[in-house]
C-alpha cells in the first residue's frame, strides 16, 4: 500500500482515493454518510498507513454501522487498498518431483509446519508460502492471457486436511494431545486464516493483471440483505441467518411505533357534540373513545419444498423473532398436502437450532401424500376444509411460495374462502415478478384474489413484512 509523503498534491491524491472507496461501498448498499468520511479522514491521522490491518481496523470502525457488512467492507478494501507483493519464495527452494514439477505433498508438509508455528506469519514466511501456492498452483492461461483461480490453488493443497497434522504439531510444543478439541479449533482457524491470504492474494494478482473495476465485478460479494433467496448456497444462507436478529430488532421498532401512532381510538361523536355546545354547536375539539390495544394473530401457510425452502425458513425465523408483536403465531406447512408445523418452531423459538425444527418437521410433518411436488391448489383446499377455524376477523393470513403449482389443480375458490376469512391476507414471492406466471407458475392468477408481493431477498422482505403486517 503506498503511504502519502505528506505532500499537498499527495495528501489531496490520497484524500481522492479515499473518498472513491467510500464510493464504491455506497454503490455495494453500504450506507456511509458525510461525517462517517470525515471520522474516517481523522482516523487515519492517527492511525497512519504504517500498519495496514491497523489502518482497515480504524475505517471499518468509522464506515460500518452493520457487523454484517464486514464481509463485503474487506473485499472492496483489498481492492482499493492491496497489500503489497508478497515475498516470493525461492524458486531453488521450491519442493519439486523428479520431473522439476511442484511436489504437492512437500508444500503441504510446510504448511502444516508454517500454520503450526506462532512466529510464521510475522516473520514473512507465511506470506511466502500462499505467494508460491497462487503462483505455482493457481495460475492457470485463459484466453485473455494469464490468470489465477482460488479454487484451482486450494483444491490442489486441500488445506482442510492439514487440520489433524497442524493440532498435533501446536500440540506437541505444549505437551498436550493433538486431538484436543481446543487444538483443533484452533488449527482450522489457521486454516480458514490460510484459505483468506489465498483469496486476498489471488484478487490481488487479477487487480493488478485485469484492472480494479472488473475484478470487483465477482469478486465482491453481495450484502448478506441483498442476497437471493432462491440462489443463496450454504455459505450465503449462513451468511442471510445472521441478519435474522438485526432486522427482527428494527421490524419490531417500526410495528411498536405504528401499533402507538395507530391506537388514538375512533372519535366519539356524542362526547364530541356535547362539548361543541361550548363553542356554539361548532365541534372544534375532537373526543376520541379509549382505545382498546390488543395484538392480531398471525397464520403463516408456508411452501416447504425444495425449491423455496431456504425462503421459508429464513421468513419463519424472522418471524418467530417478531412473534412478541402478536398475540398467537401459528404456522401450516404444505409440500402437496398441509399439516399443522407450529409446535416444531415453538420448541426452538428461543434458540440457535431453527435449523434442526426444520429438519425435524420436514422428517415427520405430513407434507407430502400425493407425488411429491408442489400443489399449492390441493394444500389451499386442505387449508379450507381442515383448518378454517385458524383464521380470524383479527388476523392476519401470510402465504409463502413461488405460486409454482406443477400443472395440478389451483384451486382458486378455496383462496377466495381463505382471504375472506382473515381480516389481512398477504402473499410473498420469492421470484421476480416478471417470472410470474412463466412456466407452471400461476402467480398473476393468484394474485388478482390476494396480494402478492415480490420479496426476493432480506432487504425486500424486511420491507414488505414492516409495511404489511397488522398492528
Known amino acids: 500500500m503506498t503511504v502519502p509523503s505528506g505532500t499537498d ?10 473518498t472513491g472507496f467510500v464510493d464504491e461501498l455506497r454503490r455495494r448498499g453500504i450506507d456511509v454518510g458525510p461525517s462517517e468520511l470525515i471520522d474516517a479522514g481523522r482516523a487515519t491521522e492517527v492511525l497512519g498507513l504504517g500498519d495496514r490491518s491497523d489502518f482497515r481496523e480504524g475505517l471499518a470502525c468509522t464506515l460500518l454501522d452493520d457487523v454484517n457488512h464486514r464481509t463485503v467492507f474487506d473485499a472492496v478494501f483489498d481492492l482499493w487498498f492491496p497489500a503489497g507483493a508478497r515475498a516470493a519464495a525461492d524458486v531453488a527452494d521450491t519442493p519439486r518431483d523428479a520431473e522439476g514439477a511442484v511436489d504437492i505433498e512437500a508444500v503441504r508438509e510446510r504448511l502444516a509446519e508454517l500454520l503450526a508455528d506462532d512466529d510464521a506469519a510475522g516473520d514473512g514466511r507465511l506470506a511466502a508460502s500462499v505467494s508460491l501456492i497462487v503462483d505455482e498452483l493457481g495460475s492457470y492461461q485463459s484466453t485473455r492471457g494469464q490468470a489465477f483461480s482460488t479454487y484451482q490453488a486450494l483444491s490442489r493443497i486441500n488445506p482442510q486436511t492439514l487440520i489433524a497434522r497442524i493440532a498435533a504439531a501446536m500440540a506437541a510444543g505444549s505437551g498436550g494431545d493433538g486431538t484436543d478439541a481446543r487444538y483443533r479449533r484452533a488449527a482450522a482457524g489457521r486454516v480458514a486464516g490460510l484459505r483468506a491470504d489465498v ?18 465485478e465477482y469478486a465482491v460479494p453481495a450484502l448478506p440483505e441483498n442476497i437471493r433467496f432462491l440462489s443463496a448456497g450454504a455459505r450465503e444462507q449462513a451468511e442471510l441467518r445472521r441478519t435474522v436478529a438485526p432486522l427482527a430488532r428494527l421490524l ?65 425465523q424472522l418471524v418467530y423473532a417478531l412473534r412478541q408483536q402478536f398475540a ?100 410473498l414471492n420469492p421470484e421476480e415478478a416478471r417470472l410470474w406466471d412463466s412456466g407452471d407458475s400461476i402467480a398473476e392468477q393468484y394474485a388478482q384474489i390476494i396480494t402478492m408481493f415480490e420479496a426476493r431477498n432480506a432487504a425486500q422482505l424486511g420491507r414488505v413484512i414492516a409495511d404489511l403486517l397488522p398492528v
Not at 493488478?208 to 470487483?216: H, S, Y
Not at 408442489?374 to 413461488?402: N, V
Request: some cysteine; proline content about 3%; hydrophobic content about 40%.
Open 199 to 216: 483469496e486476498a492474494e489471488t484478487r490481488r494478482r487479477m487487480a493488478e493483471t485485469r484492472g480494479r473495476d472488473q475484478v470487483a
Open 9 to 18: 498534491d499527495r495528501s489531496a491524491a490520497f484524500v481522492d482515493h479515499l
Open 252 to 316: 419490531a421498532s417500526k410495528m411498536e411505533i405504528r401499533r402507538r401512532r395507530s391506537h388514538r381510538g375512533a372519535v366519539d361523536v356524542r362526547r364530541t357534540l356535547r362539548a361543541s355546545m361550548t363553542t356554539g354547536g361548532v365541534p372544534i375539539d375532537l373526543i376520541r373513545r379509549k382505545p382498546r390495544p390488543g395484538r392480531p394473530d398471525l397464520v403463516v401457510l408456508c411452501d416447504v419444498s425444495g425449491s423455496v425452502s431456504g425462503f421459508s425458513q429464513f421468513t419463519l
Open 328 to 427: 398467537k403465531v401459528r404456522v401450516f406447512a404444505f409440500v402437496d398436502t398441509v399439516d399443522e408445523v407450529t409446535d416444531y418452531f415453538d420448541q426452538s423459538a428461543g434458540n440457535d437450532d431453527f435449523g434442526a425444527s426444520m429438519a425435524a418437521m420436514l422428517h415427520r410433518a405430513r407434507l407430502i401424500t400425493r407425488d411429491g411436488h408442489s400443489d399449492y391448489g390441493h394444500a389451499l383446499q386442505g387449508f379450507a376444509d381442515d383448518h378454517l377455524d385458524a383464521l380470524s376477523r383479527r388476523g392476519a393470513l401470510l402465504i409463502l411460495g413461488d405460486a409454482r403449482n406443477n400443472y395440478h389443480d389451483p384451486r382458486f375458490a378455496a383462496l377466495t374462502r381463505l382471504v375472506d376469512r382473515s381480516r389481512h391476507a398477504y402473499w
